[in-house]
Each structure stands twice: as C-alpha cells, then as structure tokens.
C-alpha cells in the first residue's frame, strides 16, 4: 500500500483521472453536437419540402435581419433586375479544394427594395461574370446573415467594400441605397 502513495504514483494516478474525466466529457460533447446536427439536418429537410414561395410572402419585409431562423434553409423566389453596382465578393471561400470568393448581387424587386443573391463560387484566378441583364427570376435557399462570433476579420464599418468577409447583410446595407431582405 505504501507504494501507491509515493509522488510519482500518485501524480500518475491524478493525471489519469483527469484524462479519463476528459475524454468523459469529450464524448458527451461530441454526442451534444451530433443532437445539435441531426436536429438542423431535419429543419433542413422539413423546410427545402415546403413548396416554393415568393420571398415576399415568406418574408415580412420589416423583420430586419435578426429573428428569422425559423426562414433559413426555405426556398424562395423572387422577380426583378440584378444590380451590377451594388454587388460584393465575399472573400475566403473554397470549393473543392480551390480557393476563391462568393459573389453576391443584389435583386431589384418591383416594390424598390433587394435581396442579396449568393450567384455562388469564383475561383480567385478567374473573374466573375456579369449578372444577367433584363428581368430574372430566382429560386433558391433563404439563408440569415452572418454575424461575426469571437475572433476572426472585421470589415471597416464604414465606406464601400467591394469585398466582405462574411456576407453580413445589416454591412451590406450600409453601403447599398435599397432596403435588402
């Protein structure tokens, strides 16, 4: 008995605790986060089966950007004219391994107001091509705006950006005239 509580067993004994304990709670943490996933992968399904909207109707126009999780991952469309000047990168993307940025345009919908469109993936050794001319009609995924959590690039708060860290819509707002979904 005398040998289990010399220093080096008992420092070995602790450390072995302490490592079981973590790795105890590791696995209840990785079992949290497959909850969260499953939980997100069935939002997902439910709401891409919804039958597709006009942005319109399944978004009130004055909810702002905040609140509106219950409208991610639901399909939407939306008729207007693509606006070349108001369009954004949104830097540090990839794509199957390819650098490059996510371009952005804003729509013009009838009533004045836009909704930023995510045209999708260009390399960063290539430019975007232009958006359509005339009137469009999109469909695709309502997604909410990215906020910036903890650490990472800021973008200046003021001035126009061609280019955007994340596609957070309250800073595209600041430099864009229309009221953006």
Partial sequence: MRVLLRPRWLVGTIIAVVVVVLFVSLGFWQLRRLDEK???NAA???RSSLPVQPVDEVVDAGTGFGGVEDLVYRRASATGRYDGDGEV????RSFEGRPGVHVVTPLRLEDGSALAVNRGFVPLSTDAPAPPSGEVEVTGLLFATQERRGIGPQDPGTGVLPELSRLDLGRLQEQYDADLY
């Fill in 44 to 46: 997902i399904e439910q």
């Fill in 89 to 92: 990168r949104i830097r540090s």
């Fill in 38 to 40: 499953r939980d997100r």
